[in-house]
């Protein structure tokens, strides 16, 4: 059996598969490229780069694409560029932009104005109602599996059905979405398509450095755990010895803010540690991780990710029957 056809405005890509927005610099125009011309949709992650970089990238994914598939772009609501990043996503004609940690009325007044989907992070039935009575296209439900910042500790299929039940908009299932297994019980469960981030850190074309990837491949359950970082959430690391430092309200100084967060506690900066990540040192950075990050053995092509995971949601689908 097909995967079910995705719709959210114009949207509508041959796999109903988003692929997460990851931050700082792991999601940018090589991964989302890769996606879109998988058949899934891709997301540039907005957060810590410059309006310039942002504009750069869009406009790389379309020419390594060239011009197939869907590229939106994730923007933290969160940072205090918000509103400067999502204008410049709207002037380059993304074909969507979706918003985590918060919400606002404005950004989705933009997204009409531009004929631009806005999509919305939520992980209660609550904020997925008031983001479509806003104007959302469509919502993500992410439980507390996903990588990064969670809001919730909920496991995302405890909350799908809640959501499913609460808007009449597209829903999309993230955290923990790892296998055609998982695809078909979020489609089961009412949700018209799934977003996957974890999945896709460890494939050939993501944009971070291989010593960030093979720190996936590596990890093991007992490796994961729950930092409160400096946005004021609760976010799921890979342990090394940066998270040794800040875990139990510990601190890192760092020797120039930046002032990037509309809310900061100051203990660390978050940006930083994501940022030297990045940069490969993946022992003093922050290294998000899904819950079960533990299951992903290889790095391979973004294309082959995708394939195997349809390959397993039509074996899944045809046993149920």
Known sequence: MKMPQLKIGHIAPKYPI??????????????????????????????GITNDELRYHIRRARDLSNGNGYIGVNVLFAMNDFAERMKVALAEKVDFII??????????????????????IVSTAKLARLSERLGAAAVV?????????????????????????????????????????????AISLGASGVQMGTRFVASEECDAPLAFKQKYVEAKQEDLMLVKTTVGLQGRAIRNAFTDIIKDDGKFKVAKCIDCLKNCSYRFCTMDSLVRSLNGDVDMGLVFAGARVGEIKEILPVRQIIETIAGEYHFATEQAV
């Open 18 to 47: 988003i692929q997460g927005g990851m931050g700082v610099g792991i999601s940018l125009s090589g991964l989302a490229s890769a996606v879109a011309s998988a058949g899934g949709i891709g997301i540039i992650s907005g957060t």
């Open 99 to 120: 918003s985590g940690a918060g919400i606002s009325r404005d950004m989705y007044a933009w997204g009409k104005e531009a004929g631009i989907p806005v999509l919305s």
């Open 141 to 185: 439900v992410e439980g507390f599996e996903a990588g990064g910042h969670l809001g919730t500790d909920r496991p995302m299929f405890d909350i799908l059905p809640e959501v499913v039940e609460a808007v009449n908009i597209p829903v999309i299932a993230a955290g923990g979405i790892l296998t055609g297994q998982d695809v078909a019980k």
